[in-house]
């Protein structure tokens, strides 16, 4: 079960850089954001107002300012500096190579933080999938070379924006239901994306079939697909298990980049997806004692 779990949450993850890409083609991000949240959340809305309280029992209101500051983090933060990358030109494999860095980033303060201390072969893995990110991004970068090197910045700064929410979320000493947290945090988002689309005059939809398309893709692969998997897999597997999964990120989304989009795809990129594929296997192949000795 968590192996394909593991595989519908890589799947699912990489399709919201391939799905950006297919929205900023015809609109800015603002746009793209507005359209993806504000529906959805009138619908999560709906079926909390409509549903029995069970989900929502016992929550306090600091346990709802919790999630909405995690929603801030890792829906807003995070995609508003994903699709703005996008749109700037950094190819959709590229912003996702960028996001690879995100496991040695939560390696390395699961220990300070959380007490989830990672074992020496855990970082002999995240150090070998580092490796594979940056075979992957040097390829990729030298073929885009019309972009200013400031823009690989801020897929950056929605990285370190997803780890501080997975971070807040580990700490919170309350446990809170998908439907929950998807709502609140879809909610928050909505709010945020519509009052910047309206601030930036950028509401208004293209009539374009693609843009829709785009909207739909993003929708039931990005937010139910990979965004629920992604706190799914965390309860399961733990900061470091599915930070390192996010190493097959990068090359997964080079391969749909090369065939959606002509994006390159070189034998250096292979090479980098054999990597990270590695440092996946060494990483999530710690024994359970192994693991309970690293967090002693």
Same mark, same amino acid.
């Given at each position: 079960?968590? =192996?394909?779990?593991?595989?519908? #949450?890589?799947?699912? $993850?990489?399709?919201?850089?391939?799905?950006?890409? +297919? !929205?900023?083609?015809?609109?800015?991000?603002?746009?793209?954001?507005?359209?993806?949240?504000?529906?959805?959340?009138?619908?999560?809305?709906?079926?909390? &107002?409509?549903?029995?309280?069970?989900?929502?029992?016992?929550?306090?209101?600091?346990? @709802?300012?919790?999630q909405t500051a995690i929603g801030l983090l890792s829906q807003s933060g995070y995609l508003l500096t994903v699709y703005y990358a996008i749109q700037l030109g950094v190819s959709s494999?590229?912003?996702?190579?960028?996001? *690879?860095?995100?496991?040695? /980033?939560? *390696?390395?303060?699961?220990?300070?933080? =959380?007490?989830?201390?990672?074992?020496?072969?855990? $970082? +002999?893995? %995240?150090?070998?999938? %580092?490796?594979?990110?940056?075979?992957?991004?040097?390829?990729?970068?030298?073929a885009n070379t019309g972009v200013a090197w400031w823009t690989y910045l801020v897929p950056f700064a929605g990285m370190l924006s997803l780890v501080a929410a997975t971070f807040l979320?580990?700490?919170?000493?309350?446990? /809170?239901?998908?439907?929950?947290?998807?709502?609140?945090?879809?909610?928050?988002?909505?709010? &945020? #994306?519509?009052?910047?689309?309206?601030? +930036? !005059?950028?509401?208004?939809?293209?009539?374009?079939?693609? #843009?829709?398309?785009?909207? *739909? $893709?993003? @929708?039931?692969?990005?937010? #139910?697909?990979?965004?629920?998997?992604? $706190? +799914?897999?965390?309860?399961?597997?733990?900061?470091?298990? /599915?930070n390192t999964l996010m190493f097959l990120m990068a090359p997964v989304t080079a391969i749909w980049g090369a065939a959606m989009f002509g994006e390159p795809f070189t034998v250096q990129?292979?090479?980098? %997806? /054999?990597?990270?594929?590695?440092?996946?296997?060494? @990483?999530?192949?710690?024994?359970?004692?192994?693991?309970?000795?690293?967090?002693?």
């Amino acid at each position: 079960m968590n =192996l394909l779990l593991s595989v519908a #949450f890589v799947l699912c $993850w990489s399709s919201g850089f391939v799905g950006a890409k +297919l !929205g900023t083609e015809s609109s800015t991000a603002v746009t793209i954001l507005m359209w993806r949240f504000l529906p959805l959340a009138v619908v999560l809305v709906a079926v909390a &107002v409509g549903s029995r309280r069970a989900p929502w029992q016992g929550l306090t209101a600091r346990d @709802v300012a919790r999630q909405t500051a995690i929603g801030l983090l890792s829906q807003s933060g995070y995609l508003l500096t994903v699709y703005y990358a996008i749109q700037l030109g950094v190819s959709s494999g590229t912003t996702a190579l960028i996001d *690879g860095t995100q496991p040695l /980033v939560a *390696g390395a303060l699961a220990g300070p933080l =959380l007490r989830q201390y990672v074992s020496g072969r855990q $970082w +002999l893995g %995240l150090c070998l999938g %580092l490796g594979g990110v940056a075979l992957v991004t040097t390829a990729d970068a030298s073929a885009n070379t019309g972009v200013a090197w400031w823009t690989y910045l801020v897929p950056f700064a929605g990285m370190l924006s997803l780890v501080a929410a997975t971070f807040l979320d580990q700490r919170s000493p309350t446990h /809170v239901t998908p439907l929950v947290s998807m709502t609140v945090h879809c909610t928050t988002s909505a709010l &945020v #994306f519509t009052g910047a689309a309206l601030a +930036l !005059g950028g509401a208004a939809p293209p009539a374009t079939g693609s #843009f829709w398309m785009a909207i *739909g $893709w993003l @929708v039931a692969l990005s937010t #139910f697909g990979g965004y629920g998997l992604y $706190w +799914l897999v965390l309860q399961r597997s733990g900061v470091t298990g /599915v930070n390192t999964l996010m190493f097959l990120m990068a090359p997964v989304t080079a391969i749909w980049g090369a065939a959606m989009f002509g994006e390159p795809f070189t034998v250096q990129t292979a090479v980098g %997806l /054999v990597v990270a594929l590695a440092a996946v296997t060494v @990483v999530r192949g710690t024994s359970p004692r192994a693991s309970a000795a690293a967090r002693r």
